[in-house]
């Protein structure tokens, strides 16, 4: 038998200690360990349980599937949990977006202020009733729209103000209410991202004349797809209404005569959709306190890793546990001489190596061609049929704190929300942590 003395094998233990030290915080894009075990089993959002089964079935088992019950117990519940007076089932965010600017009379020519960083429906439903969206830049900390921008982008067309509560984040809506008021104009939430979302206590879909909710897959609510209009007032309802199952502005016991009293889209859901939707709206209160619960635990866990801007949450503007979004301190971009949005691209790809996986999206609108062309509907429509007052300016570089969010925001909805829980969670820091304090590692594509 070979003798090996006691110091080569102190010696080697010290190598091999040092050696898999490395691999851990070798960045797994580089060759290293990745952060986040394989058998992680990241859960995709919403966890689908017997109870939505049931209710589901229960739709399917009886035979009202337009206007149907579940349809009508969504938008009660809703309403009754959002504590507003209105609430209208759609088939998708964006169709309520649309009943909102319908509803606040807003029409041809008219400008509706709203932010330029959001999905593509909180300035198309604008187009929708032929009024022109005006952009305006956003706050860094928050990225939600800047007041004092809203102000001074008001003009003598201005009609509505149209604010989205963004990655489940209020707006500062004392603010806005503020300037609305001393100009007279209306406000549309867009709270597709914000179910149970409050600005000092109050819930959105209540701060404006009219509001809008997306139940699409990735939000706080999912039925598959569909969206809700709320109101508190019953004008903007009946206007709201107007536009959406063909124009039929009658009340129900009217019946029906099949007349156009005005021109009507289809915005109704199903009571299959309808079903889904109340069963996830019955556990809402528990998942959206499981997703805030793991955002606050992320959020902890992150304190103070270095570069990495922290996701936005405060005691008046409470995160509703939507994403937590990743982004990362410009002033490092400009230190390093790469450009920011190379470095979050290489930045979601270290991420990825190490086994989290997170989305870039273009999400600054006025740089979209529809806006850029200004072409909506052919022949230069809304912008070209002669209600329009001025020219509207939708040069990008008017909007630079918008870009740099566009150029770093990676973002999650399947790493963090329930199922997912401590173990994910743990990991998707761990991940994030070693890709940041690691930075200067990661490598960046130039030009
Ligand atoms: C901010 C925002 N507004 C509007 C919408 C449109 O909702 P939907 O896809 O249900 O039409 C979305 C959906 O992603 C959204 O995130």
């Not at 035979?63 to 009660?76: D, E, F, K």
């Not at 603010?175 to 991202?193: G, P, S, T």
């Not at 409050?198 to 509001?211: E, I, P, Q, R, Y």
């Not at 991420?351 to 600054?364: F, K, Y």
Request: proline share 5%; hydrophobic share 35%.
């Amino acid at each position: 038998m070979q003798i090996v003395p006691r110091s080569l094998i102190h010696h080697s233990i010290t190598l091999s200690l040092h050696h898999s030290i490395l691999t851990m915080s070798k960045l797994a894009i580089n060759g290293g360990q990745k952060a986040v075990p394989d058998d992680i089993g990241f859960r995709t959002w919403p966890e689908i349980t017997k109870e939505d089964e049931e209710l589901v079935l229960a739709s399917l088992r009886q035979n009202q599937h337009a206007s149907g019950p579940h349809v009508q117990m969504l938008q009660s519940e809703f309403a009754a949990w959002n504590g507003t007076k209105h609430c209208m089932a759609t088939n998708g965010g964006t169709g309520a977006l649309h009943m909102c600017v319908a509803g606040c009379g807003v029409g041809p020519g008219d400008e509706v202020i709203t932010t330029a960083l959001s999905w593509t429906s909180s300035a198309t439903a604008i187009i929708h009733h032929n009024a022109i969206p005006v952009f305006v830049d956003v706050d860094w900390e928050t990225m939600l729209i800047d007041p004092a921008c809203v102000e001074a982008a008001i003009t003598p067309s201005t009609k509505a103000i149209l604010v989205v509560h963004y990655f489940g984040i209020a707006c500062d809506m004392e603010a806005i209410r503020d300037v609305a008021d001393r100009h007279n104009l209306k406000v549309i939430e867009d709270a597709c991202q914000a179910h149970g979302s409050t600005w000092k206590g109050t819930k959105v879909g209540n701060f404006g004349d009219a509001g809008a909710f997306s139940l699409n897959q990735n939000k706080n609510l999912c039925g598959g797809e569909g969206g809700f209009f709320v109101t508190n007032n019953d004008e903007v309802l009946q206007r709201g209404k107007a536009v959406t199952s063909f124009s039929d502005m009658r009340p129900p016991e009217a019946g029906r005569d099949f007349h156009d009293y005005g021109l009507g889209w289809m915005y109704r859901t199903s009571d299959l959709a309808a079903s889904f939707a109340l069963s996830q709206l019955r556990k809402l209160d528990k998942t959206n306190g499981q997703a805030r619960a793991n955002w606050y635990r992320l959020s902890e866990a992150l304190k103070g890793t270095p570069h990495l801007v922290p996701s936005f949450s405060s005691d008046d503007q409470p995160t509703n546990g939507y994403s937590y979004v990743v982004r990362t301190d410009p002033g490092y971009a400009k230190e390093r001489g790469v450009k920011l949005s190379n470095l979050t691209n290489a930045v979601s790809k270290a991420l990825g190596a190490e086994g989290l996986p997170t989305s870039r999206a273009n999400w600054m609108l006025p740089a979209h061609t529809v806006f850029q062309a200004k072409n909506a509907y052919g022949k230069g429509s809304p912008w070209s049929d002669g209600h329009c007052q001025r020219e509207v300016n939708y040069d990008v570089a008017q909007f630079p704190v918008a870009q740099d969010c566009v150029d770093t925001c990676l973002w999650n909805v399947n790493t963090h929300r329930p199922p997912n829980g401590d173990r994910q969670v743990d990991a998707f820091a761990a991940a994030v942590r070693k890709v940041y304090e690691n930075l200067d590692e990661v490598p960046v594509e130039n030009g």
